[in-house]
């Protein structure tokens, strides 16, 4: 398996501004994806971030709202950019090991007032 | 196109009965499928998985799932359930194995009683 961790943990928000989620992992992965879990839902994948490569975007997700950076084979940023109360949700990554599973990082919960 | 159905959104055991949560999908193709648990304030952690070897598969904490291509299934079971058992069950497919696209079922709270 693979170590994963989310800075922050939990964040509380203005609604307008912007916050950008870390994601590192401990080992070195080719695929790296963002998903979103709003309050009392199921997982909804946001994009796909490879790196060397522009990220993958999800139907209803788009990159100025979403910005990704992946810089190297261990770490992706998701910006959650201008803000409102319905971006309130936890965001977490997940990485690919083996090309078969998929490893999730402890999320980030944000709550946007 | 694949989805999941996970046919109940909550589910009461006591402490010590069988669990059984159930999963159906629909794919296309042979897919991968996945349960993971969620517990409160804690991320996903991955319970079992079925990629195309034994229909039945065997996973942590005592659970197991049985892939039944003929029902299009792949219902969650333990034989006995434990307090800390409760917590959030997402059953997942992917296409090509849970390296790509994962989809996730809407989930089910289980709720296990003294």
């Known amino acids: 398996s693979a170590v994963i961790s989310q800075k922050p943990s939990r964040d509380i928000c203005q609604r307008g501004t912007s916050l950008t989620i870390q994601c590192q992992v401990d080992?070195?992965?080719?695929?790296m994806f963002w998903y979103r879990q709003q309050p009392g839902q199921s997982l909804t994948l946001i994009a796909t971030?490879?790196?060397?490569?522009?990220?993958?975007?999800e139907s209803g997700f788009v990159i100025d709202k979403f910005p990704i950076s992946r810089p190297n084979l261990t770490f992706s940023t998701l910006t959650v950019s201008n803000m409102s109360p319905e971006d309130s949700s936890i965001y977490l990554c997940?990485?690919?090991?083996?090309?078969?599973?998929?490893?999730f990082g402890p999320g980030t919960r944000l709550l946007v007032l | 196109a694949q989805s999941v159905t996970q046919l109940d959104s909550h589910v009461s055991v006591s402490e010590g009965t069988p669990v059984l949560l159930r999963c159906n999908y629909s794919s296309s193709y042979s897919p991968s499928l996945f349960w993971y648990v969620q517990h409160p304030n804690k991320g996903l952690q991955l319970l079992l998985k079925?990629?195309?070897?034994?229909?039945l598969v065997k996973g942590i904490n005592g659970f197991e799932a049985e892939f039944k291509k003929s029902e299009t299934s792949f219902h969650l079971t333990k034989p006995s359930a434990h307090m800390s058992d409760a917590a959030e069950y997402f059953c997942?497919?992917?296409?090509?194995?849970?390296?790509?696209?994962?989809?996730f079922g809407t989930g089910t709270q289980l709720k296990v009683e003294l």
């Open positions: 971030a490879n790196q060397g490569s522009e990220a993958t975007y």
């Open positions: 080992s070195q992965v080719t695929m």
């Open positions: 997940s990485v690919t090991l083996n090309q078969e599973t998929q490893y």
């Open positions: 997942v497919v992917s296409l090509t194995g849970g390296g790509n696209k994962l989809t």
């Open positions: 079925y990629t195309s070897a034994a229909t």
